[in-house]
């Protein structure tokens, strides 16, 4: 590593200002402060210092995505050869959905990675490691069977429409994982939806069993083939069929322990959104009129995408609520909403996407009622102070 640096040190003065590579000292730094830790301090004012900066919070929140990552590779191969009638032990099934899985990894990362560098030298700011995170998010929301070149154009598309439009890493409105997750949706929803697209080999026909279906538990439910859903142990362990990160519940618990423990993630959206979609699930219990409205609530907080989107993306500190009490009102409306779109939208059953970026565009708002009702609290309190 002293070689590593001396070498570094060697060549950075050609990419300071001044130096034959001036224009590329945002793409010199980045790669100097992935190896690493910068060395600069503050050296006057008042700051606020802490030991964890940007680049140990993503790093923590790709090492809680670990999980979903390693079990979403075990289940794509196992699909696979259950959807091809073969016998397959733990480690083919794993090489399988590793060579699958991987390619939708590194395009993820490339294409992202590219526009940040390009934005970071046009506008001479230094790239920042939001990216990180959501070149991991992507991979993990989207069918595994989904084309490279489609995750290109959304990652491309998220990152300059969902971010870059915006100001760059922390002025987003919208989480940018979603956004490219909305744009594949509504720009080739054939890629996204039905039996197929879930099980690696499935849209080629890949010697494919008689009578196997690829449908995922959510699918089901909205044609009203509630005898179909898998059981609820299958669900929450999470071999069924589903987006490459989104079928383990277990796996998702263990990143959201990681999260809690650090203190990255919130843990007040988290268990509000598990609130939310209980008491949403419980009000359609109530007045069930069809199948998909009698299962029962608890049983949607390990169906789709719902306790992947309450860990990993309701929490993202730049798009959700910034208030205490304001964190507590949006984790509970996304898990709500997000109920709600499931089971009363037939054409969309998975309704976590769209309930996470509605909620999105109000968190602002949420945060100035909040500050707003705390303003008046004490104005109250002050008045009623100086009439004793």
């Known amino acids: 590593?002293?070689?590593?640096?001396?070498?570094?040190?060697?060549?950075?003065?050609?990419?300071?200002?001044?130096?034959?590579?001036?224009?590329?000292?945002?793409?010199?730094?980045?790669?100097?402060?992935?190896?690493?830790?910068?060395?600069?301090?503050?050296?006057?004012?008042?700051?606020?210092?802490?030991?964890?900066?940007?680049?140990?919070?993503?790093?923590?929140?790709?090492?809680?995505?670990?999980?979903?990552?390693?079990?979403?590779?075990?289940?794509?191969?196992?699909?696979?050869?259950?959807?091809?009638?073969?016998?397959?032990?733990?480690?083919?099934?794993?090489?399988?959905?590793?060579?699958?899985?991987?390619?939708?990894?590194?395009?993820?990362?490339?294409?992202?990675?590219?526009?940040?560098?390009?934005?970071?030298?046009?506008?001479?700011?230094?790239?920042?490691?939001?990216?990180?995170?959501?070149?991991?998010?992507?991979?993990?929301?989207?069918?595994?069977?989904?084309?490279?070149?489609?995750?290109?154009?959304?990652?491309?598309?998220?990152?300059?429409?969902?971010?870059?439009?915006?100001?760059?890493?922390?002025?987003?409105?919208?989480?940018?994982?979603?956004?490219a997750r909305a744009f594949l949706f509504f720009a080739y929803p054939t890629y996204m939806s039905g039996d197929f697209v879930w099980i690696s080999g499935l849209l080629k026909g890949e010697g494919i069993v008689d009578g196997f279906s690829g449908a995922t538990p959510l699918a089901n439910a909205s044609l009203g083939n509630i005898e179909a859903i898998p059981s609820s142990m299958a669900m929450f362990i999470g071999t069924i069929p589903g987006s490459i990160g989104e079928t383990s519940t277990v796996a998702i618990l263990i990143g959201a322990l990681i999260l809690w423990f650090t203190g990255v993630g919130s843990v007040k959206i988290m268990a509000s959104v598990f609130v939310g979609g209980l008491v949403m699930g419980g009000i359609l219990n109530i007045f069930a009129v069809n199948p998909f409205m009698e299962i029962p609530a608890w049983e949607h907080l390990i169906m789709g995408g719902f306790a992947f989107g309450a860990v990993y993306m309701a929490t993202d500190p730049v798009t959700a609520t910034q208030t205490e009490r304001g964190k507590y009102i949006y984790g509970f409306l996304v898990g709500f909403l997000a109920i709600l779109i499931r089971v009363l939208n037939p054409a969309y059953p998975e309704g976590m996407m769209l309930a996470i970026l509605f909620m999105n565009v109000f968190a602002p708002l949420i945060d100035h009622n909040v500050m707003q009702a705390n303003i008046k609290r004490r104005l109250k309190r002050a008045a009623a102070g100086t009439n004793k």
């Open 1 to 179: 590593m002293k070689l590593l640096r001396k070498q570094i040190d060697k060549i950075k003065p050609h990419f300071q200002k001044g130096g034959r590579f001036e224009m590329l000292h945002s793409t010199f730094d980045a790669f100097e402060t992935f190896l690493f830790v910068p060395d600069k301090v503050t050296s006057k004012g008042a700051h606020i210092r802490d030991s964890i900066d940007m680049k140990r919070t993503m790093a923590v929140v790709v090492a809680a995505m670990v999980p979903t990552l390693l079990f979403g590779m075990w289940n794509v191969g196992h699909q696979h050869f259950i959807a091809t009638g073969i016998d397959a032990g733990f480690w083919q099934e794993f090489m399988h959905g590793l060579i699958r899985v991987m390619p939708i990894v590194v395009v993820s990362y490339v294409s992202g990675l590219a526009v940040e560098f390009i934005f970071a030298q046009i506008r001479g700011h230094e790239v920042n490691e939001g990216f990180l995170v959501t070149g991991m998010l992507i991979p993990l929301i989207v069918p595994v069977d989904v084309p490279l070149w489609m995750v290109a154009v959304a990652t491309v598309f998220a990152v300059i429409i969902g971010k870059e439009v915006f100001g760059g890493t922390g002025m987003n409105i919208l989480n940018p994982a979603l956004t």
